[in-house]
Structure formats: C-alpha cells, structure tokens
C-alpha cells in the first residue's frame, strides 16, 4: 500500500513488539519436517467479550522422520486439548509454539493433530500495519469484526505452521456468530445454518493453496453485491462485494472501476488465478489488505489525482502478486509489493498515456534507503516489511521495463505470473506457485536474452542507489557531456542513458559504465529526460574550454 511509507517508523516499532509471533524466518526442524495439506478452523466468535473459542484441525504428510510435531499458536490462548489421530496427546505451549508428544512417524504418514482452544485474541492497534483482531461498530452499532496478520503470522487466531514456505491445499472455515452479522471470507461459500439460538454458523471452503496470512474473516451486518464475470479464458466466475449498508449505493457505483480493474489485470497478467472460487471484497474497519478471494478494502470509495480508486487497485494486483506469485521467504517480499506498486502505475498509463505513467511515478518517488530491498538468508516478516519493497521496488520494475524495451518487458511480465500458456488454463491449484527472486532472474534472462543479474544486484541488494555523475566541457563550437555510473557495491554498471539535445534524443550504451556525446554550442542537455532511471539525484560538473 502507498501509505506504508509514511508509516513507517510506527510500523518498526508494532512489529518488534511480536517477538516470537513474528512470522517466517529461520525455519524449525520439526516444522520442516512436515508438509501441511489442509487446515478446517471451526470457531465461535462472541463479539461482546471479544472472545473465540473452537478448534482447529491440521492434516499433514510427514516428509522426514519425527516424534514431536510442532504449531504456531499465539500464547495469549488456553489450549483445552490435543488430538493426533483422534488420540489425546500431551503438549507444551510456550513462547508461541505447541510442542506435541508422538510415536515416531515415518515419511509419507499423514498426521491429523486437532487442537481445542480459547481466549481473547490480540487486537491490533493500527491495522492493517500491525496485526491482531479489530472490533469495532457500524453507524447503528452492529458489530465489525476485522483482523490482520501479515506480519505476525495466522497463529494470531489458529495453530499453523507459521511460514511462509507451505500453504495448505485447501482450507475449510467455519464461523459461529451473532445470526445478525454476515461472515465474509476466503473460496467458496458452502452454507449458512441459523442455529435458532441468536447464532448462524457460516462455512467456507478455499480449493486451491492459500498463504496463512491470508485466511481472514470479516463480519458485519453486510449487503452484499453480487457480479458475474467473463473470464478472459471464457469461463464465468462470482464476484462478490460485501458492504455496509450505508455504504451500498456508492459501493455500487464503484463496482464498475473495480471490475475494470479486474478486465486490466487480466489483459496484462494473465486471467484471474482463483476463477473455481469468487472474487471478492470485504469492506473492513482498516485500509486494506489482499487476502485470497477477499480482498480487505476501507479507502472509503474515493479516487486518487489519477481518476482510479488506489487501494482496491493494489491490494487486487497481490491476486497475482502475492496469492498466484508467492514469495517463497519473505526476503522476497518485493516481488509482493514492488510489482503490485507499479501495476498502478501502468493503470495512470492505460488512462492517461505516458503523461500518467510518468506522473505516477513521481508520486512514488520516496525511498527510505537504510536497507537493501532484498535481504540476506531467510528473513522473518518483520525485517523484510519496510517501505522501500513497495516505491523502490516498483522503481527497479520501471527501470527494468526501460532496459529491456515494453515488447520483451510485457511479455516477461505476463510469464512472471503463468510461465506458460497451458498454466493459464488451470483453476485446480496447480497453476500456483512459490517463485525467489533468483527464479524471476532466471525468467526474464531466458526471455529477454540478456542477463540481468546484475540489474537486479545493484538496485535489489545495495542500500544506496547508483549515482550518475556527469562532466559537461564547454567548448568554442560545440560542448561535451560525459556521464559515468557509479555503483554503491562498485560494479560496473552498464545502463543505457538517454540524452535530449535539442529536440533528438539519443541513448548512450554506457560501455564499461561510461559515455560521451558531442553536441552544439548553446544548446542544453536533459540527461534522462522521462526519469527512466532509478537513480540518486544526477551531480553535472561543468568546465569551460573556451579559447583553448
């Protein structure tokens, strides 16, 4: 989201205050040992105390011996009791982690461990920045229940293996609440019971692999707006709107950019990954977030200076960046939100032309700069989330699309989220995927022709940006302009430049880093012109030879 920048000092500090709930990060023995198949959360949420309580059942294969299966589970909880196979087990909560006593199982084993738990969830202090449950009321006082956990992980509210390397299959959701109250959440909707005692129990089931963070629940006495949509691909699929009531007729309105958002992703990522379940949106009590098949929406149905609505335009790029593209640790958490940035700002261009492109760069142009986008070894959530994955990682996307030429650039971008054509005909869950950032490397090298590591090296792994610095030498009858990049780690730095003089413009190949170009007295250069470049702020030293 845009806005992260300006929150990010607040940010830092909610993060660190999650200690051992923060998420990803050095994996656990025990939890690689295992692979998670499917979760089915099954929970009573009772509003007026902020308390849930119900149980959580985990399928998964074991794939290296084990006798002690371990979960993620925030300990603000009491666990009741533990099944594995139907049999109690004894277990140690601590520190956030269950510990589970086993026989010893075998590789390809499946393990059903049922967990039975309650208390009162943590409640976030400025979501979606920081994570835990959000109660809050509507205009008449009904209840709005939200919750976010991109950061400290899903074992806020339901045990897990809490990283973000294995997504469940499938996934089985099964909310008990006030019979007012309309649960919105991920895949399917299966049923809805009136239990006859001031409760409904709401099912939903997600059929394809889904990332933890993103299993959410939103409840409110909503309306809901109801779409069918084409597929590019010709297959119909629901979209569903969630709203508050007093939001209803506006949300209605804006349900026609929403699904032109949708009809430009398709066009230029390929079709929309989760066509077997909906897509939907949940107006929630924060900004927003991009869970799958329910994307947290609360920018209030307002546009931006470009014409479009920015939050619903971001958080539906993270079905493709994020939910179809997965980061695989969140050291790569850029390829989330650095390419979900600069999908809005080719939206300003599908509007606007280059002017809006150009434009809506500039209004991303904030870098932080005290860390490398893409950092060292395997990274928790905390470390990785910081501003500049979203406006500096969509800046390298912008440059990147500058090197390679839009034809190749926009291929490459279309095979980043289905490498081929036959994966886009796929809704099984097959068709989804953990990519590194060495992956994509590999991608648009073989595309492109061209390698490309060190593009990706100086802007992803470097703190600072590369500098130009450029020489201009006046002379008697024409003047001189020498440009060389200067890299933070020193590495040459091969990037065309290209120079307006007069009304020609004309690339430097930078060979070795350096170029030259000759031109007419009087006339002044513009060194990149349409800011292509990501770079520091050009240093232009000028020299005057005249009468020499």
Known sequence: MRNAFLFFVIVAQIFAQFGNQDSGGPILPEQAAYDVKFYKIDLEINPDNKFISGSTLIVAEVISSIDCFVLHLDTVYNIKQVFINNEAKSFEHKNGLIKISIDKVQVGDILEAKVIYEGNPREAKMPPWDDGFVWKKTKDGSHWIGLTCQGGGADIWFPCKDHPSDEPDSVSIIITAPDNLVCASNGKLISEKNNGDGTKTTH????????????????????????????????????????????????????????????????????????????????????????QTIIAYGNGYKNNEFGFDWLHHHELSHEWWGNLVTAKDWRDFWIHEGIGTYMQALYAEELHGKAGLHGYMKTINKFMNIKPVLLEGSTPASEAYHPDIYNKGAWFVHTLRYYLGDETFFKILRRWSYPTEDLEKITDGSHCRFVTTEDLIKQAEEFSGKKLSWLFDVYLKNTKLPKLDAVLIEKDYENELNLEWITPDGSIFEMPVEVLVGNNLKKLNMKNGKGRITFPDMIIPKIDPDNWITKSEINIKTYSKKGF
């Open 204 to 291: 939903w089931f997600v059929s394809t692999p889904i990332n933890n963070y993103n299993v959410n629940i939103t409840l409110a006495p909503f309306k809901l707006i109801e779409h069918t949509y084409t597929s590019i691909t010709g297959v119909d699929f629901p979209v569903m709107f969630y709203v508050l009531p007093e939001s209803y007729d506006t949300a209605k309105v804006f349900t026609e950019q929403f699904l032109d958002h949708l009809k430009f992703y398709e066009k230029y990522c390929g079709p929309y990954p989760f066509r077997a379940d909906k897509y939907g949106i949940a107006e929630t009590p924060y900004l927003g977030m991009e869970h």
